[in-house]
């Protein structure tokens, strides 16, 4: 079971991005597979419908309106279920925050972290910040 970053929806979603290819393959397969749940949590539904429709980001950037279309077209596969913070989750989220080195910009990793190790998921993301939080699997389909 795995937990979706943002940055693997955009990376298969756009074909400027040299990951494009292996990373759609992934999520392609992942989406299709209905025996293996795959979590895509608002926060990173979100994230992607905000930095797909940024022009600073992505050129042309999306309507909010097409990349929220792509949301919900991923949230209607069979397998996609959407991770909730469970009665755990400040304890965990508690213990991530406090670690050395912690700073603003790793305050959305450390959310994400937190539920992947609460629900017992792969975290899957391109991002490497998330390899400083233990207890975390991780898996990076861009490579």
């Known amino acids: 079971m795995r937990l979706l970053d943002a940055n693997i929806l955009m990376y298969a979603s756009f074909d400027v991005y040299p990951q494009h290819a292996r990373t759609k393959a992934w999520l392609d397969e992942r989406l299709n597979d209905p025996d293996v749940p795959l979590g ?13 429709s940024n022009p600073r980001v992505r050129t ?29 989750h400040r304890n965990v989220l508690d213990e991530l925050l406090a670690r050395p080195g912690m700073n603003s910009k790793l305050v959305a990793d450390a959310h994400l972290a937190a539920l992947a190790i609460e629900h017992g998921l792969v975290l899957c993301s391109a991002d490497t910040d998330f390899a400083q939080f233990p207890n975390l699997r991780l898996e990076n389909p861009a490579i």
């Open 40 to 52: 895509i949590p608002w926060e990173s539904a979100l994230a992607f419908v905000r930095l797909a």
């Open 60 to 88: 042309p950037a999306l309507r909010v309106s097409e990349a929220w279309r792509q949301v919900r077209n991923w949230l209607s596969a069979q397998p996609v279920w959407i991770p909730l913070p469970t009665p755990r």
